[in-house]
């Protein structure tokens, strides 16, 4: 069972070893994170330049491929593949 989504953002650009940058907002300041899907996409439809914001300040001009909703199992397995 899911018991939070968060917004992840897949930036644009690809690694030589086929990796790219994400980025996973895991604590938005207002918020902190999502019960489900819609909540989540709703956050996104209405908060774009607070994202895009955030966005900037990590990667400077580089552009979000996507910006989309997962659920913690996801990020949780973005987390351990990025150890490896």
């Not at 489900?36 to 300040?57: E, H, R, T, W």
Request: aromatic share 12%.
């Amino acid at each position: 069972m899911v018991k939070a989504w968060f917004i992840v953002a897949v930036m644009a650009g690809v690694y030589s070893d086929g990796t790219k940058d994400i980025y996973i907002f895991e604590h938005p300041s207002d918020h902190g994170h999502f019960h489900n899907a819609a909540m989540c996409q709703k956050y996104i439809g209405d908060n774009p330049f607070k994202i895009v914001k955030a966005l900037v300040s990590e990667y400077g001009d580089r552009s979000p491929e996507q910006i989309i909703c997962v659920p913690e199992e996801t990020v949780e397995s973005f987390m351990e593949q990025s150890k490896t």
